[in-house]
T-cell receptor
Framework: KAGVTQTPRYLIKTRGQQVTLSCSPI?????VSWYQQTPGQGLQFLFE???????NKGNFPGRFSGRQFSNSRSEMNVSTLELGDSALYLC?????????????FGPGTRLTVT | GQQLNQSPQSMFIQEGEDVSMNCTSS?????WLWYKQDPGEGPVLLIA?????ELTSNGRLTAQFGITRKDSFLNISASIPSDVGIYFC????????????FGEGTQLTVNP
């Protein structure tokens, strides 16, 4: 089974621009979550989508948004980029085991804002 | 936001040694997960724990879900050079869906 795929892997943007990142979950997984990873803050939860609906949201400004399509693929968008948005953005797809969710991560998109 | 306290922050060991790291939280979690992350890659799931007191092994890795549901530890036995990386604990609450709260990570270095 193919793993979680994220595109692009690397991105360089200028402050003030906007960016869209894409994630394809593992086949059959309906939940997709996004995380931001930085050296200073570690791994921080952005939001979770399940069946095209946002089910959970972290403590990030409204510049960060996302959506999920009917095939479970997800995109996240960051508008009006700031230097502090430079980070590794990780997507995770989740499998409900009957007891809990197991999350499997993609390789990430490294975003650099200059 | 809520954070797990993971220790130690870093470890330098010799090949063949055993390693232990742990996570504590002020909140209760229903699930504990342990991940390993290599440079430039996403975290890889190593072990998932679902019940308080549960002890689970995956090869040379052993992890336990604390009785109080506020802590977990991971042991690696007979370390090898490919164990190098950053290990993260993560907790999942009862009402948080699939949302994970992560520890700060333990950077492991194994000297051959």
């Amino acid at each position: 089974k193919a793993g979680v795929t994220q595109t692009p892997r690397y991105l360089i943007k200028t402050r003030g621009q906007q960016v869209t990142l894409s994630c394809s979950p593992i086949s059959g997984h309906r939940s997709v979550s996004w995380y931001q990873q930085t050296p200073g803050q570690g791994l921080q939860f952005l939001f979770e989508y399940f069946s095209e609906t946002q089910r959970n949201k972290g403590n990030f400004p409204g510049r960060f948004s996302g959506r999920q399509f009917s095939n479970s693929r997800s995109e996240m968008n960051v508008s009006t980029l700031e230097l502090g948005d430079s980070a590794l953005y990780l997507c995770a797809s989740s499998l409900w085991t009957g007891i809990a969710y197991e999350q499997y991560f993609g390789p990430g998109t490294r975003l650099t804002v200059t | 936001g809520q954070q797990l306290n993971q220790s130690p922050q870093s470890m330098f060991i010799q090949e063949g040694e055993d390693v232990s790291m742990n996570c504590t939280s002020s909140s209760i979690f229903n699930t504990w997960l342990w991940y390993k992350q290599d440079p430039g890659e996403g975290p890889v799931l190593l072990i998932a724990l679902y019940k308080a007191g549960e002890l689970t092994s995956n090869g040379r890795l052993t992890a336990q879900f604390g009785i109080t549901r506020k802590d977990s530890f991971l042991n690696i036995s007979a370390s090898i050079p490919s164990d190098v990386g950053i290990y993260f604990c993560a907790g999942q609450g009862e009402t948080s869906g699939s949302r994970l709260t992560f520890g700060e990570g333990t950077q492991l270095t194994v000297n051959p």
